[in-house]
């Protein structure tokens, strides 16, 4: 039982040091996308919502920029966000629930060149709006989320 015990111990070390030796500190830039596969989106699959929000195909590309946008502004040009270009790492959001009024449950996954998912970003909650359309609330969450992404990014870049 103690050499089980130890043996365990020894495994956790190891994951949390090799954890922790990923860095994003000489790359470039980081290609940003979103992956709404996991979300429920006001009671919706991200298949189901067409039928609530026609458009919402159509303003995927708007919704990603106010992402970029918002990630850039927070990491200036420590590892500036990419949009539709091939970078040696993808930081994907991953939003798990969206409400009525934008405000996102989400955590972010780093993929390497392979899509081989390299680091896990702990989840956390994107702010939406109060007023207007559906689509222009979610696009205050993903604001919201490109801030947070940008916070919690930094610490690979050190």
Request: charge should be positive; proline fraction near 3%.
């Amino acid at each position: 039982m103690k050499q089980f015990l130890f043996l365990l111990l020894a495994m956790v070390a190891f994951s949390a040091t090799y954890a922790q030796k990923f860095s994003l500190r000489n790359e470039k830039r980081i290609t940003l996308s979103v992956n709404w596969s996991e979300a429920t989106i006001v009671g919706y699959t991200d298949q189901e919502i067409i039928n609530y929000e026609p458009d919402w195909e159509k303003d995927q590309p708007a919704l990603l920029r106010h992402l970029w946008e918002k990630y850039n502004k927070k990491m200036g040009m420590q590892l500036p966000g990419a949009l539709n270009v091939t970078s040696n790492y993808t930081l994907e959001l991953r939003p798990l629930t969206v409400n009525k009024n934008g405000d996102m449950l989400c955590y972010a996954v780093i993929l390497d060149h392979e899509g081989t998912v390299v680091a896990q970003l702990p989840k956390f909650q994107a702010e939406g709006g109060h007023v207007g359309s559906f689509l222009n609330l979610v696009g205050d969450g993903m604001k919201s989320a490109g801030t947070q992404l940008g916070k919690r990014i930094k610490k690979y870049t050190k």
